[in-house]
């Protein structure tokens, strides 16, 4: 008997305490805190947001509307994406809510090719938007990556492609105001790399997963 409590003794002075699952609403609120304004300031640093664009969103209710969905979709999946790394904590409703807002916001820009939500026009068009819609994307999903690897996903595929989502509508949306108007450019050039972002969002986790040992 005294064997028997001596071993449950040392047991238990050799347990680590285990921590507590960050809240994952609130590291989604301050991921997207960061995000945006990092980006915000990125994209005035290139070059200058459309000059009509602020007029637009109070004028336009259509173009107001793609804007509002957008950003819905924006929080929507950055809340699902910290929730999946969170075990217990994405319901399948939310989830079907968050990726069904994402697919609405692209489909009003696929049924803008038929009845656009502002006239067309060249107006605001930046060079590089396309890299710029990547890149700028690139940053906020190692953030969110990093943060996702100090929680406890069950599913870290799912996890990081729903990051990968998030991380580029961020950009995709801004890109609204900040570049031309035009529903295929917006799909081509502003959509498309943020699709691209979410794509390699997987493969970028497992680089990162083959770096920790080394980086440890």
Same mark, same amino acid.
């Given at each position: 008997?005294?064997? +028997? ?26 991921? @997207?805190?960061? +995000? ?8 005035? &640093?290139?070059?200058?947001?459309? =000059? ?5 969103? #109070?004028?336009?209710?259509? #173009? ?26 994405? +319901? ?46 690139? @940053? ?6 990093? &943060?996702?690897?100090?929680?406890? =996903? ?43 972002? =979410? ?5 970028? &986790?497992?680089?990162?997963?083959? &770096? ?5």
């Amino acid at each position: 008997m005294r064997k +028997s409590e001596q071993l449950i003794v040392r047991l238990a002075a050799d347990m680590a305490p285990v921590q507590q699952i960050p809240d994952p609403g609130r590291w989604a609120g301050v991921w @997207l805190l960061c +995000s945006v304004v990092a980006l915000v300031i990125a994209i005035h &640093l290139t070059g200058p947001v459309r =000059a009509t664009a602020g007029e637009q969103l #109070f004028s336009e209710w259509r #173009f107001a509307l793609e804007m509002l969905v957008g950003a819905t979709a924006a929080v929507a999946l950055a809340t699902a994406a910290f929730q999946a790394a969170s075990p217990g904590r994405l +319901s399948s409703g939310f989830l079907k809510f968050a990726v069904g807002v994402g697919v609405m916001w692209v489909a009003g820009f696929a049924f803008g090719l038929v009845s656009p939500a502002l006239e067309p026009s060249m107006e605001g068009k930046r060079a590089h938007c396309v890299f710029e819609s990547f890149f700028l994307g690139l @940053l906020p999903l190692v953030a969110a990556l990093t &943060l996702q690897r100090k929680m406890y =996903a069950l599913n870290p595929v799912m996890a990081a492609l729903l990051a990968g989502l998030a991380a580029g509508i961020l950009p995709a949306l801004y890109m609204q105001v900040a570049c031309m108007y035009e529903p295929m450019h917006v799909l081509k050039f502003h959509v498309a790399p943020g699709l691209l972002l =979410a794509v390699c969002a997987p493969l970028l &986790l497992m680089a990162m997963e083959r &770096l920790r040992p080394s980086a440890g």
